[in-house]
């Protein structure tokens, strides 16, 4: 199972731990992890290193 650290690009930050699922509708993203606890932000998707367990967000709110 390949899961994820999601963070803010801009500060750095991390947005979620272990994400397993990223929707995309728009300019929302929303990130479930294994738990199925979901969080939305608004932004867009500036980076996933898949191997790594990474992906940075270009957040411009949070939702």
Do not use: P, Q
Not at 27 to 36: A, H, K, P, R, S
Not at 40 to 50: C, N, Q, R, Y
């Amino acid at each position: 199972m390949c899961l994820a650290t999601v963070y803010s690009k801009k500060e750095y930050s991390v947005i979620l731990e272990y994400v397993s699922k990223i929707e995309v509708d728009g300019d929302l993203i929303t990130l479930t992890d294994v738990m199925g606890d979901t969080k939305t932000v608004e932004g867009t998707i500036a980076m996933a290193d898949l191997t790594g367990g990474k992906v940075e967000i270009n957040c411009t709110d949070a939702a």
